[in-house]
């Protein structure tokens, strides 16, 4: 809960109005008739019914958003019912009790010539409950119908980005540059690379429209963009895979992504290869290449290879992907349950 000058404002706003509701209904005699025969009764009756109309209003308000943030209306409705209710219901009549004893204890008051003072609060905060817990099941539906269409449209935008990193001009003229050398000294290499190529461009265009595809998948392609990137590196470009036995779910594109992002930003070189390594730890599956920047990039950067991908599995997972810079530059993207 962020305390910001409109929450306190709006929360001083209410509590004046609770306050000033409670001693009303007092004065007016609609929390208990017959009741207030003289000032103190007034003072007692109308404190005790203001404070325990904050309790119960905002108390379980308050409530309300902790439980909905704790359980899903969307992953399990019935369950953020029940539990909202049964601790509305609790919550209530402890309120009541203990503001009763505590009343009671101190003023000397008997609270049993208003007791139709706790049985309307009870029904009035359980109508004001099942108001606030169907007003937190809408808020939750909207966000989530308004996440969806952020979630298009990043994923648009995200698309499209890697597409275009794929058909860039630069990838396209390394790629047939590379190529013709090739079909010279070494044919069968050089139908493999076409092949290896076809896969690399197959493979986008079948994803388009995924949101997710397996490891297995994934690494497969990075296995086939790798060969294009060795044939114009060779050993200066190194890729160190250790995922043997990991089972997750990636945003498809991401791994080629950040292995072009790699090569793009450093230098490769006899004196200075670079190395990617891509393994699993901690829940993350983690992409870390060594530091050695270029000084001037062929290409501009603007840094929305790395947004992309990170707006993406906002929508994809609770986790958020790790950027860290150190003697190396890592990402980390959360592993993704395939059941999910």
């Known amino acids: 809960m962020v305390l ?5 404002l709006t929360e001083l706003r209410d509590f004046a109005f609770l306050i000033i509701g409670g001693f009303l209904m007092t004065a007016l005699g609609l929390t208990c008739r017959n009741c207030v025969n003289s000032a103190k009764d007034f003072w007692i009756i109308g404190s005790f019914t203001a404070i325990l109309w904050l309790l119960l209003w905002k108390g379980n308000s308050y409530l309300t958003d902790y439980v909905s943030s704790k359980i899903s209306w969307l992953k399990t409705p019935m369950k953020r019912f029940i539990v ?14 203990l503001m009763t004893f505590a009343y009671q204890f101190f003023s000397g008051y008997n609270f049993s010539r208003a007791g139709a003072t706790s049985i ?7 109508i004001i409950s099942l108001f606030m817990h169907c007003r937190a099941f809408l808020h939750h539906w909207r966000k989530t119908a308004i996440d969806a269409e952020k979630l298009q449209k990043e994923s648009i935008a995200a698309k499209y980005e890697s597409l275009k990193n794929q ?16 079909v010279y000294e070494d044919q069968d290499k050089a139908a493999k690379f076409i092949k290896q190529l076809s896969n690399v461009y197959r493979y986008v265009l079948d994803t388009r429209d995924k949101e997710l595809v397996s490891l297995e998948e994934e690494v497969g392609f990075l296995n ?14 190194q890729m160190d ?5 990991v089972e997750s779910m990636v945003a498809p594109l991401v791994l080629q992504m950040l292995f072009e992002n790699a090569i793009k930003h450093n230098i490769v070189s006899e004196e200075n290869p670079l190395t990617i390594k891509v393994f699993a730890a901690d829940q993350y599956l983690i992409v870390q290449n060594n530091i050695q920047l270029k000084t001037v990039l062929q290409e501009e950067s603007n840094g929305i290879g790395l947004e992309n991908i990170c707006k993406r599995y906002e929508f994809l997972t609770d986790r958020k992907v790790i950027i860290e810079q150190t003697e190396t530059f890592t990402v980390k993207l959360p592993i993704i349950a395939a059941s999910l």
């Open 224 to 237: 086939a963009y790798m060969y294009l990137q060795k044939i114009r590196f060779g050993n200066k470009l």
């Open 120 to 126: 309307m609060s009870i029904i009035i905060t359980l």
């Open 4 to 8: 910001t000058r409109k929450f306190i």
């Open 167 to 182: 058909v860039n001009p630069h990838f396209l003229f390394n790629s047939f540059n590379a190529l013709t050398n090739l």
């Open 241 to 245: 895979m250790q995922l043997t036995g």
């Open 84 to 97: 909202g209710i049964v601790s509305t219901v609790v919550y209530t009549y402890a309120a009541i009790s």
